[in-house]
């Protein structure tokens, strides 16, 4: 069993900068593929990034690069979404999301690919 919990969100302004944190607990070497998802009321949920866990190779929806990385830490057991030069249609709930099989990376960026979920962190951010 994988835990998720995710934290960092909050309120900021246009143009400002957050970074969230999703501690991974339980069987952290299940943990093949990750993501930032993230949903707006009213709207699906929706990949913001994802990253492959074993050779890092990272992938973000159009609207994030440039402005989000995604990143991990082993020794924290912590993956990480810095996200910069906000704008308000950022402001969503964001979602940590882990998929144990080893063929995650063929649909890494496909939301049915996770199978744990974090609880979620708001992220609002005004104009």
């Known amino acids: 069993q994988v835990q998720l919990v995710e934290s960092g969100g909050g309120s900021v302004q246009a143009g400002g900068s957050l970074r969230l944190s999703c501690v991974v607990s339980g069987s952290t070497s299940s943990s093949i593929c990750m993501g930032w998802f993230r949903q707006a009321p009213g709207k699906e949920r929706e990949v913001v990034a994802a990253?492959?866990?074993?050779?890092?190779?990272?992938y973000y929806r159009d609207s994030a690069k440039g402005r989000f990385t995604i990143s991990q830490d082993n020794a924290k057991n912590t993956l990480y979404l810095q996200m910069n030069s906000l704008n308000t249609e950022d402001t969503a709930m964001y979602y940590c999301?882990?998929?144990?099989?080893?063929?995650?990376?063929?649909?890494?960026?496909?939301?049915?690919?996770?199978?744990?979920w974090g609880q979620g962190t708001q992220v609002t951010v005004s104009s």
């Open positions: 999301a882990a998929a144990d099989n080893r063929w995650c990376p063929n649909n890494i960026i496909v939301r049915s690919t996770y199978n744990f």
């Open positions: 990253i492959y866990t074993r050779d890092h190779s990272t």
